[in-house]
Each structure stands twice: as structure tokens, then as C-alpha cells.
């Protein structure tokens, strides 16, 4: 079931009325009963394998938090749901190896025999799951005795698809103490999944659907400046489509009273690339800054206690951007992709090195927006291999600065719509930089017109071609 | 009394107002809309859609179904209606079928082409329906060729051009989008700009404003090519043809593909005739197919059938020899070869009229 289609939203209405109507202590097992049965309108098995992982993380916190097994069942843990992901999501990278290696051996057998189901958000629910063993370890957190709770944590149905990424310790205490219902917060809840609706359907469907669908196979086709503008277009949609996603599902989520965690705060504002990753994927950013970035430096410093050795200003940065890279795929492109942003991560602080530090608010206004510039351009730009592969993407790269070949055959005039929409992104990212959801203290008129304005317009986009699903469900 | 009123905070939260607010400025921008595009808007544009699917093939239709509708104003009604694929939209001309019915009868007929590029018999038999339900043609023919009757070809675009919620609505299955589109000319005036974020969008509008003016005001869109190889028997060893001898590899009429010609030849009740035409190809088309011989089994198939339900077959080999010059490729004719087909099926609706009296009695002057 895509949470775009009316078919959610009466699915969110059933769920909601019930849990509102349940008394408190069937609200949590009807809950994990919205999520089960969300789940398995995709697939029974995924609901299978979901529940058969939550359970194994279930019991293995247990026994962490009750002091058995001591580091190497934490170790077990983190090897189980790093398997889980090697097994069931990233064989498409060795089942090639492995079906030429076991035919060198004589086993004849096909891709599609050893082909498993890739479940329903399972890089989110790994990740999670691996950070509250940690948590439980470190006694940061209690070990969660009830199943129906630790169920929710795990699959609650507004974050299953594509996070946020959840902490034990800040979900679980909301799930005791919903917010209560009130008129205020139901305008809220109903904003963010408009302006998520709006972000997904009008900005980021319109403008990946202006991309060429061959535009990042064989950018040698096109012009320069058209494989500048479809990058941005790209980029622009790739933001739209999780920042809206993001939007929905916290909005939906707050109708239950639980509040999930923001992901994104206008990242293509970020004026450096330590900050552009305190504002993208703010869930997933926090997690490798936590669980990878932290503990890393703490191992190196406890070997190399100098501080200022080039080691620790390179290794933690590109170790985190790497995996980071990795979890959104384990392929060449996508390792490169981490490889870049950790490299741009560590080309910022070695350019930093020996200067004062200064607050980004402090420079002044003129740097402030080149130095925002310059990392959009790195930014936008290491996406290329975020979307398309290792040897394409050095095409696309040169073919966008006319190295390979400049065609002129292109019709330009079908370019004409994307700095529209480009303008309209970015004006409702300043809008909301500046004023969040202000529209809330709008008098009531001009709210309805508002909303009327943004019903007409999804309701006339209903009309065209279908678009994608979320980028980052595939994740 | 007063000063207590004054303190009583003022409920913030009024959704009933919101709700009202909400509700008409809805109204009143679907009043404003639908207004603009019937004052103003809709006179001034070259074409609606009713947003039928697949592009190109559904703003083909669409081009047909609008001209169509000017030409039945233009001419109080429509006589004869050619409905088919696009062996139809380029291989008949209602201009010479008409002057050539004529000049042998004297009487004036009015034909319009509704062959469409990219739909075959199944999608026909569908729209060939809301056609006659809607015009009320006296004659309907269709136009027809081997590939009609592939059990597995075209079955996207078909699949895409019946799902479209205007052509359920037609067909008799009604859905608030179908409704909505029938209904309103400003969504009307909206849909050909539907899919303007398709990175191919400013191309596809071109060539649709192109086709517009390519097309005759009684449906006929000449196509200009002209093939060079028709006289050469192709090779299943060339490249270039691997795909036509794969297609049409132990040709056989399929069974399903016969039900949607039942469904056309079902249309002949309330005055309505049908006559089918089997479009002439070039010979050396049969190769594909297997030889001449299969070719005929296959038009005696069609003639048995059509035969049985009462209607009217018209055998390609009875048609006059085309010129070479006349095909734009094996299957299709060009603005050359058209003339002669189309002058061969005024001469034939000639004699069908002067044997049949009541065939277009009273027509040419208002319809039925």
C-alpha cells in the first residue's frame, strides 16, 4: 500500500479511530496490529521475516540487559542484522559471484532460485535494531520486556518504510504517553502531511519525471548544460521526495500522539559539509555520528592519543561516509558516493586546520552564501553517483562539461519547466526556513484558500502519468 | 457580564468554518474554471483531450473525436463512419469516397475517418460502439488487416487506452473521473497539458499541434512516405525483418481477437449496417506471413464470419492493383495509394446503394 493513495488514507482513519477509541491498554497491541496488517499488504512474508528479526533482537536485548553473554552476544546481535541485510538485500552484489562459483563446482542452479525477497524497510529496522542492542549494552536504555512494545518500536507502520530512524529511548516513552487529542495538533498533523503531499506529488514527481529516463545511461546524448539542469532537477526531486515522505509519515504519526523525529532542516542551505549533515537524513546522520563516527575516534584516540594526528582528522569522517555509502547500497557507485562525502568532509576540516574557528551565523552574509554554494555544487554533484553507476558517472561528469561530445540536436525547449519548478522548490524551502508552519496562525479563509488551491492542483497532477514510488524505499 | 465575556478566550480551533471556507472556495474556483474555459479558453485553444491513454495514440483519438464533432455541426450528421487502425487513418480519404459515391449516385454522402493510429480491433470494437451510440451512422466500416487478429500483439497500449476513466465512462462503466471529464470542458481544456513534466513534453505537443493541421476536417491524415522496398520479397535472414517474420510465424486468427469483430458486427441493429474491409497490402506482405495461401485462408475466415452476422465483406482481392508508389511500407498506404482504395470503396457504397435503396436514403441532408 503507497501512503499516496486514498486507500492509506482510509486505512490511517480505521487506525486512528481505533486507537483513539480503545482504552489505554489495548492501544499498543492494536498498533502493532495496524503495522502487521500494513506489512503484509505488501507481502505476508515480509511480515514473516520482520517479525521472525524483531523477535531474535527481542530476545537477544533481553539477554543483554540482564548481563548474559557480555560483549559477544552484542557482537552476535550486530552480526545478525548485518546478515540479515547481506542475505535478504544485498545478494543482488554477490549472487552473480556465487552462481559462477558454485557452476565452476558443477551445482547448476539459476539467479532466480536463489533470489530472496528483499522485506519492507529492512536497511531501517537493521540499523534501529542494532542501536538499541547498543544502547541495552551500554545501559542507556532498559532491555524492553514487552514484546507488543519492542513490536511497535520495530514496526510501526508510519516509519517502517523509510525511517526515521527511531531511538528506544525517545520512542518508547512516547508510546506510553501518546499526546492527547486536540483540535491544534490534529491542524498540525494534517499540515505536515499537505505540505509532505505537496513536496512528493508537485515538486519531486514533476521534476524527476523531466528527467530523460536515459538521461543518467547515456548522457553522451545530450547537451552540457541540459545534464547540468536534470542533475539539479535530480537533486531538488531526490530531497522533495524524502523531506515529503518524512513530512507524511510524521504527520501521520501524530495522529496517534507519537511524535517521530524531523529528518531534514533545509539541507541545500547548509553553508558547510559538517552542516549539510546535520540536515539531511537527520535520523541516519545521528546514527553513524553515534554508533560509527564516536566510537571510532574513541578507539583511535585510546591508540594515538595526539589529537592533531592527520589520522583522526581523516579516518573517522571517511570510515562513517563509507558506510554510510554502503547502507544505501552495497555497490561500487554507492561506496564511491560515501567515499566523496567523506572526502569532502575531510577536506573541510584539513582547510580548517590551524585557522580560528568561526560559527557559520558569524561570517559574513556574502560568504555565508558561496561557501552554501560551493557545497551544494560538491553535494549535487556527488549524487550523480548516487543515482547511476561508477563508469556512467564519470560520462555524465564529462559529458556535462562537454568533454565527450556536445550534441546539438537537443530540443531546448523541453527544458523550459524545470527552473520553474526549481523556483517553486526553493521557494517553499525559504518559506518554511523562514516562517515553518506559520500558515497555522493564517486567518481561516485564507487557510481554506490555501488548502482548496493545493487540493485543485494534486487533484489535476491525479490526471498524469504515474509516478514513482519513494527513492528511498528502495533503500 | 461584559468584562467576563472579554476574558473568555476565543476558541481558536473553528473547523466547521474551515470546513465551509474549504468547501467554497472549491466551488467557486470549479465555477471560475469551468466558466473561463467555456467563455473564453476552450474557443481560443486547437484541441481538447479527454485523457485517453497511451501518448500518441489516445491524442490521435482525441483529434478525431473533436473533429468529428465539428464536422457533424458542419454537416448535420455523419453517414458513413471508417473506423480501424492506422491502415485506416491513412489509407481512406472520405473526400474521394465521397465525391466519387457522388458523382455515380448523384447524392450527396457524408464520411468521416475515425481509424486510429496505434489501436487495433480490440479497442475499435470498443470506441466503434460509443461511435454509433453517439452518431448514429447509417454505414459503419471497418477497416481491417492480418495483425487485428494476433492473439499477443498491442496488448499495452489496448490495456492503456481501455482503462482510461473516459473511455469506461463511454463504455459503461462509471467512474467520478470519467463523469468529471464527460462533464467538465474546463477539465477538458486542462488534460492535453496533463503530462507537461514529461521530460518530452514540449516535442510531443509539437507534433500533436502538427498532426491537428495534418488532418482533414473529415478525419483523413495523408501520410507522405513512400517505400521503396515493397516490390522486394523481404528475408527472414535480414535483420530488419527478423521482427515481422517472428510476429506473423504460423499465422492464425485468434478466437478472442474474432469476438471483438463479433462485437463491431454487432453493432448492426437501429439502421445501422456494417461493412468490414479487409485493407489491401502490399504482396510481397504475404511472405510474412507465410505465403499467399495463408493470406486467404485468413480472409476466409473473416468473409465466413462476417457473412453468418448479416454484414457486408469486402475482399482486399477484389480491390484495384496499388500503385508501388502507393505504400509507405508493406502494410500501410500512402497519400498516393489512398486515393485509389478510396475511390474503389465510393464506386462499391455506390453500388451497394443503387442495390440497396434504403441503405442512405434520406441522408446527406440533416441524418437520421
Partial sequence: MEITTFLFAGFVLVAVLGYRLLPARFKTAWLLLASAAFVVTWSWKFLIVLLALAGLNYLLGRAIGAGRGGSRLLWAGIAINVLALLIFKYNGFYLPELLAFLGRLGVQTTAGALQLLEPLGLSFLSVQSIAYLVDVFYRRVPAEKNFVRFGVFTLYFPKILAGPIERAKTFLPRLEAPENWSAEAFERNLSLVVVGLVRKLILADSLNALIPVDAFQKPQLYPGPALALWLLAYAFALYNDFAGYTLIVRGVSGFFGIELTENFDFPYFARSFSEFWNRWHISLSNWLRDYIYFPLSRSLLRKIPRRDALIHLVLPPLVTMLVSGLWHGFAWNTFLWGGLQGGFLVLERLASLGRPRRPLDELPRWQQFLSGLGVFVCVALAWVPFHTGVRLSVRYWLSMVGIVRWPTSYDGLNLLPIPLLLLLALGLDLFQHRHSLRFLQWPRWQQAALLALVAIVLFLLAFAEKGAPFIYQSF | ?368
Fill in chain 2, 1 to 368: 457580564m461584559t468584562s467576563a465575556h472579554a476574558s473568555r478566550p476565543q476558541p481558536r480551533s473553528q473547523p466547521g468554518r474551515f470546513l465551509l471556507w474549504l468547501l467554497a472556495f472549491l466551488a467557486l474556483s470549479a465555477l471560475l474554471l469551468e466558466g473561463l474555459a467555456r467563455s473564453l479558453v476552450r474557443p481560443a485553444f486547437p484541441a481538447a483531450s479527454l485523457g485517453v491513454g497511451p501518448v500518441p495514440t489516445g491524442s490521435n483519438f482525441e483529434i478525431k473525436w473533436y473533429r468529428l464533432q465539428q464536422y457533424v455541426a458542419a454537416n448535420g450528421g455523419v453517414d458513413v463512419l471508417l473506423v480501424g487502425s492506422s491502415v485506416v487513418n491513412t489509407g481512406l480519404d472520405p473526400d474521394v469516397i465521397a465525391q466519387t459515391y457522388t458523382g455515380l449516385t448523384g447524392q450527396k454522402l457524408r464520411v468521416f475517418n475515425f481509424g486510429v493510429e496505434g489501436l487495433d480491433i480490440v479497442p475499435n470494437s470498443v470506441y466503434a460502439r460509443i461511435l454509433v451510440e453517439t452518431f448514429h451512422p447509417r454505414l459503419l466500416i471497418f477497416g481491417t488487416i492480418p495483425r487485428d487478429y494476433l492473439a499477443a500483439d498491442n496488448l499495452e497500449v489496448n490495456s492503456a487506452f481501455l482503462s482510461s476513466p473516459w473511455i469506461e465512462y463511454r463504455s459503461g462503466a462509471p467512474n467520478p473521473a470519467g463523469w468529471l471529464i464527460e462533464h467538465s470542458l474546463a477539465l477538458q481544456a486542462y488534460l492535453p497539458y496533463r503530462d507537461w513534466m514529461r521530460s518530452d513534453f514540449p516535442t510531443l505537443r509539437a507534433d500533436f499541434l502538427h498532426r491537428i493541421l495534418r488532418t482533414s476536417p473529415s478525419g483523413y491524415e495523408p501520410d507522405n512516405n513512400v517505400a521503396t522496398n515493397v516490390e522486394q520479397h523481404p528475408s527472414p535472414d535480414d535483420p530488419n525483418e527478423t521482427a515481422a517474420f517472428a510476429k506473423y510465424a504460423d499465422y492464425r486468427v485468434d478466437p478472442g481477437r474474432l469476438a471483438s469483430l463479433q462485437a463491431i458486427l454487432d453493432l448492426q441493429t437501429d439502421g445501422t449496417h456494417v461493412l468490414v474491409m479487409n485493407i489491401p497490402a502490399a504482396a510481397s506482405f504475404y511472405d510474412y506471413m507465410g505465403g499467399a495461401a495463408v493470406y486467404r485462408d485468413y480472409e476466409a475466415t473473416l468473409s465466413a464470419r462476417v457473412n453468418a452476422a448479416g454484414g457486408i465483406f469486402l475482399s482486399s482481392e477484389d480491390a484495384p492493383p496499388i500503385p508501388a508508389n502507393g505504400y509507405s511500407d508493406r502494410e500501410h498506404l500512402n497519400y498516393m495509394g489512398a486515393p485509389v482504395l478510396s475511390a474503389y470503396l465510393g464506386a462499391h457504397l455506390a453500388d451497394l446503394a443503387k442495390a440497396d435503396g434504403s441503405l442512405f436514403a434520406g441522408t446527406g441532408q440533416g441524418g437520421r
